[in-house]
């Protein structure tokens, strides 16, 4: 075994299931719905949980353990399960810990898809939640309920990049008796990991940064073996795989993270720095900002700023639509973490569901758009964006 002290690049890149016979360089892809039993002893004691082995792929599988052993080894937790998407993955997340009768807080600034799991589907089975105000954390104790049982966080938030403090959350939680569940998607292990703060789980859409090139779909939940064990129980039986091939992508993305973080991140500061002193632009959010209300924040728990930009452009919700029709060269897509830049309007497309005071209560304004910044040359996105600024003159 290597005595070598592995780094967070190393670790992406040499972690590994066992090789084949075949002595191959590269993990193969186990594209198989099922695996052989030796003999019936060998079947029956699998079953029955005395010896762990892969049996069938909606349990198990070597192309998605690797990516979970990976996953776990760059978030520091102690176990982990991969699902279809990172939608699945929050909602076996909490079908998985709450119960009928249960409560859960969140903030309000969290994708929409998340929000209308909260506002119409747990209400379905008797499960509340309220939302507390990430900018007045004073105010959380009294959100709290004697049947409160998590309370989940994006951070940085989608779209509005607005943080939280993880020592703050962790505290509160400890001190309420509640599950920390940390939606690390922004972000990824390798700018920030939020179990070294203090967070029971954290979740990932890997369809994002952990692909990178928007080729596949995934999720990924990962933290403290107890949960972990129910979620995996709970998984077995409903099904949320994620498929072999798709593992298999994911985990070789997750050799090149580091440096693919490291370009997004260069580019998005230098795409902020534009923007904040371009006269068509009211206000700029990114983590690395100076002028970011969360800087200290961001400087304390992120190694770098990350991909994501948010701004609001003058002239409200039509100048945001032209915006979007200006670009040329920019992407127009529901998707973010991309190798390409792509720019959405959540008014007027991702959150148009939502009504008026709901975008507003989540700190979506009607001129906010949000860039998840590429890894093209800075000069040639910036060139893209004076194309669409040009437009909304």
């Not at 949980?49 to 978030?75: A, G, H, Q, V, W």
């Not at 520091?76 to 909490?94: H, Q, R, V």
């Not at 309920?145 to 400890?174: H, M, Q, R, V, W």
């Not at 529901?334 to 959540?346: E, K, Q, Y």
Request: hydrophobic share 40%.
């Amino acid at each position: 075994m290597s005595k070598v002290n592995k780094h967070f690049e190393t670790e992406a890149i040499r972690t590994q299931i066992e090789t084949t016979p075949e002595k191959e360089h590269s993990t193969p892809m186990y594209l198989t719905s099922s695996f052989l039993f030796d003999d019936v002893e060998e079947m029956r004691a699998t079953f029955a949980n005395e010896i762990d082995r892969n049996t069938y792929s909606r349990f198990t599988n070597p192309n998605t353990s690797e990516l979970i052993d990976k996953m776990c080894k760059l978030e520091k937790a102690e176990a982990g399960f991969a699902t279809a998407t990172g939608m699945s993955a929050i909602f076996t997340t909490f079908m998985t810990i709450l119960s009928a009768g249960d409560h859960m807080l969140s903030v309000r600034s969290i994708f929409g898809s998340t929000h209308t799991i909260f506002s119409k589907f747990l209400p379905k089975y008797n499960i509340s939640s309220d939302y507390v105000d990430l900018n007045d954390t004073s105010s959380w104790d009294a959100a709290v309920k004697p049947n409160s049982k998590l309370l989940y966080l994006e951070t940085p938030t989608n779209p509005g990049i607005e943080l939280i403090d993880l020592d703050f959350a962790s505290a509160f939680c400890k001190k309420h008796d509640l599950i920390l569940i940390v939606d690390n998607c922004f972000a990824t292990p390798y700018i920030q990991r939020p179990i070294e703060f203090g967070a029971d789980l954290v979740i990932h859409s890997a369809t994002k940064y952990i692909d990178g090139q928007g080729r596949v779909m995934g999720g990924m939940v990962l933290g403290r073996k107890d949960l972990i064990a129910d979620i995996f129980t709970f998984s077995r039986s409903t099904g949320p795989s994620l498929s072999p091939f798709n593992a298999w992508i994911l985990s070789k993305s997750l050799e090149t993270l580091a440096v693919r973080m490291d370009r997004h991140s260069e580019n998005a500061l230098k795409l902020a720095e534009y923007l904040e002193a371009h006269p068509q632009v009211e206000w700029v959010r990114y983590p690395f900002l100076p002028s970011h209300p969360q800087h200290e924040i961001a400087k304390k728990q992120m190694s770098t700023g990350g991909g994501m930009v948010s701004f609001g452009i003058k002239g409200g919700l039509e100048a945001g639509k032209t915006f979007l029709e200006g670009v040329e060269m920019c992407s127009l897509s529901a998707n973010l973490g991309d190798t390409r830049t792509i720019v959405t309007h959540p008014a007027s497309t991702t959150h148009a569901k939502l009504t008026d005071e709901e975008r507003e209560a989540t700190g979506i304004t009607a001129n906010l758009i949000r860039l998840s910044v590429g890894l093209e040359h800075i000069e040639d996105i910036q060139a893209d964006l004076d194309i669409a600024f040009a437009k909304c003159k």
